[in-house]
């Protein structure tokens, strides 16, 4: 049995109606339901009678108090209250990815999201709402522990906040447990050590071992000062022989919420050489088919180059679990020595910025590597490479 009744006290101490019912432990009971709706009020007076007395009979579920309390919540709202386990919420966000990002992008986020899953355990069964910080970091360390760099670990964590900013937003959850307060990235040791850069004549001992077509992507990274996806993702639309430009819009630019910023770049002599042994594709068909498609092979499959032709970088980061060993020479130094080039043949600050892509001073200054006898000399903006048979074809 249940009633409802208003405060007697003049004036009311309260305006709400309140119900009257019997708990769990049979104990007569008096709640405000804190609407002045008395429809409403006889709503969850009943519905409170009825779960008081499912604990008396020992049927009380928490299931069972969840669809009470959401048929409550969408009687009054009209829309239905999200009991979801973190769980469904996750695997539901990355789904809604699929068709939103690229494959490779898709790829990464259900990564991401399963491992994360995996690593809690039975608490991804439990309510959204109940998971807290202390998992995420746990993760985050984890991840740490197996051996994998700052970078690598920073970039799956902001990859995670993703689902729970939404979530957030939308009154999922009152708290974020992966807000940037709460949760704090991995300092990057080796992100401030100067980068090392490639001479011409180790530019020529990767091209006479390179085969097809990562001769071609050597030549563009070197040529471009492209980062290593925006190469081997490039496209034949994105090359001009009319005027001897390539036009792109870089994917780092494109992952940030910074407007996406489309850089044109000379098409250099020793680039367009290669480009025009190639079998020419149409509009968006890509330059470097057959690298295109294992973007997370790439790098390992550089550094096998540079091993056979005898180059060795400094070793900033030792192999540790999963996680792989760090070399100041990779692909991406192509780039240092791109920007350095420029920056020894006597190139303003300004021009260097806008063919790179950086944002800063500081950025630029620590990629740049030039000497006071290099500002004295006005040179080629990139060294000859030493002459040796043409690169071949694929």
């Known amino acids: 049995m249940w009633s409802i009744n208003q405060d007697k006290h003049t004036p009311p101490k309260s305006p709400y109606w309140y119900a009257c019912f019997r708990d769990e432990h049979s104990n007569r009971v008096r709640k405000s339901t804190k609407t ?13 009678a009825q779960l008081a007395k499912a604990g008396r ?71 959204l709402r109940e ?30 906040r993703m689902p729970f900013k939404v979530a957030h937003d939308l009154g999922y959850i009152d708290i974020n447990p992966c807000a940037q307060g709460a949760v704090k990235l991995l300092a990057d040791e080796t992100a401030h050590v100067s980068k090392e850069i490639f001479t011409p004549e180790q530019i020529r001992a990767l091209l006479d071992t390179a085969k097809g077509e990562w001769q071609g992507m050597i030549l563009c990274g070197y040529t471009t000062g492209l980062r290593l996806q925006d190469c081997a993702t490039m496209r034949w639309d994105a090359i001009n022989f009319g005027d001897d430009t390539i036009t792109v819009t870089p994917q780092k630019t494109r992952r940030t919420k910074k407007k996406n910023k489309t850089i044109r770049l000379p098409l250099h002599r020793l680039f367009a050489e290669w480009l025009l042994k190639q079998i020419h594709g149409i509009g968006k ?19 096998r180059i540079m091993d056979r032709a005898g180059i060795r970088g400094r070793n900033m980061r030792e192999a540790t679990g999963k996680g792989r060993a760090q070399s100041s020479l990779s692909f991406h130094s192509l780039r240092h020595t791109f920007n350095a080039a420029l920056a020894n043949a006597g190139v303003d600050l300004a021009l260097r910025q806008e063919l790179v ?38």
């Open 57 to 127: 009979d020992g049927r009380l579920t928490e299931s069972r108090c969840r669809d009470v309390i959401s048929e409550m919540y969408e009687s009054v709202t009209g829309e239905p209250l999200n009991f979801q386990t973190t769980r469904v919420y996750l695997s539901e966000w990355v789904e809604s990815k699929k068709n939103e990002t690229s494959a490779r992008t898709y790829l990464k986020y259900f990564q991401v999201i399963h491992e994360f899953l995996a690593h809690i355990g039975t608490k991804a069964d439990r309510l």
């Open 285 to 303: 068909a890509p330059v470097f088919p057959s690298l295109v498609s294992q973007p997370d092979q790439l790098s390992t499959q550089f550094s």
């Open 36 to 48: 002045t709706d008395r429809a409403l009020a006889e709503e969850i007076a009943m519905k409170w």
């Open 131 to 160: 998971l807290t910080s202390k998992e995420i970091r746990s993760w985050r360390d984890a991840l740490k522990e197996k051996g994998f760099s700052a970078p690598t670990v920073n970039a799956a964590i902001s990859i995670l």
């Open 357 to 394: 892509g950086h944002s800063s001073f500081e950025m630029n200054n620590l990629y740049a590597h030039p000497s006071m006898e290099a500002k004295r000399r006005a040179v080629a903006l990139l060294p000859a490479i030493p002459k040796c048979d043409a690169p071949k074809s694929r």
